[in-house]
């Protein structure tokens, strides 16, 4: 009996060290292959590639920007190696110069929100992406926001849409 229970117990413990062995082998978040995509994007071979990996392992290790998450690195090939630094985030949202007349531009820091133009308010805002014209049924297009102050959601067809002034 005391046999079986050591043999079940060292049973256990192999199949413990078998889960953990491949949480113990994933890819370092800052290692050669998290980090081969941006080094990919320079371009760059041989020595200089080399040196790249070392410049971007470096950057990412020190926090200043990530080769799995935010904000991603970004490469840009120099005589020797590359420099990496951090990817600019999109500018505010605000309302931008453009034709035919002004229209609201730049970044949400939720990556599905969208820009548009809020009447009620009269700035440019970041909404969920129910809230834009074309996603409106056609009984409720007035609801609708647009990119432009001059736009106005209406029924076209068969559907709700911006048209540009």
């Known amino acids: 009996m005391a046999v079986r229970k050591m043999l079940a117990g060292f049973a256990v413990l192999a199949l413990g060290v078998g889960v953990r062995a491949p949480v113990a082998a994933a890819f370092p978040p800052c290692g050669h292959r998290a980090c081969s995509d941006e080094v990919g994007a320079t371009g760059l071979s041989g020595r200089e590639r080399a040196a790249c990996f070392q410049e971007v392992k470096a950057s990412c290790t020190a926090g200043e920007c990530s080769c799995t998450g935010e904000p991603a690195c970004v490469c840009d090939p120099v005589p020797g190696g590359c420099d990496c630094h951090p990817a600019p985030s999109p ?6 110069p453009g034709p035919p007349g002004p229209i609201c531009g730049g970044g ?7 820009c ?3 009447p009620v308010t009269m700035m ?7 809230a834009a014209c074309e996603q409106q049924p056609q009984t409720l297009c ?3 926001l647009c990119p432009s102050p001059a736009g106005e959601c209406q029924e076209i067809g068969p559907a709700c849409a911006c048209p540009i002034p």
């Open 142 to 144: 007035a609801v609708g």
């Open 108 to 114: 949400c820091l939720n990556g599905t929100d969208r």
């Open 91 to 96: 500018g505010p949202c605000a309302l931008q």
């Open 116 to 118: 548009l133009f809020d």
């Open 124 to 130: 440019c805002r970041c909404v969920r992406p129910t």
